[in-house]
Nanobody
Framework: QVQLAESGGGLVQAGGSLRLSCVFSGSIFSFSVNAMGWYRQAPGKQRELVASISSGTSTNYAESVKGRFTISRDNAKNTVYLQMNSLKPEDTAVYYC??????????WGQGTLVTVSS
């Protein structure tokens, strides 16, 4: 069974930093990971893309996090990271890890809560 497991969420003051991690586990023969990304969902809002990274090094960021967040991946460890700096109260949300296979299948983590206090 393939799955994603996030960690690193928590409570931080505005201006602080957090690093989220997401580990893919399972058979790469049943799910060949291509792109990975982070989404977030704040209370009462739709889930939105925060950042994504291709199987290479191509990255994409939401305008609201550009210059503050950095996505990276370690393919040897099947892990994707989200370094979040200069956090704002509006970054408060549940953050979800996402993986897309080369065949177009999607996999989601269970989510990790990030709370930024003002």
């Amino acid at each position: 069974q393939v799955q994603l497991a996030e960690s690193g969420g928590g409570l931080v003051q505005a201006g602080g930093s957090l690093r989220l991690s997401c580990v893919f586990s399972g058979s790469i023969f049943s799910f060949s990971v291509n792109a990975m990304g982070w989404y977030r969902q704040a209370p009462g809002k739709q889930r939105e893309l925060v950042a994504s990274i291709s199987s290479g090094t191509s990255t994409n960021y939401a305008e609201s996090v550009k210059g503050r967040f950095t996505i990276s991946r370690d393919n040897a460890k099947n892990t994707v990271y989200l370094q979040m700096n200069s956090l704002k109260p509006e970054d408060t949300a549940v953050y979800y890890c996402n993986a897309k296979s080369i065949l177009g299948s999607e996999l989601w983590g269970q989510g990790t809560l990030v709370t930024v206090s003002s």
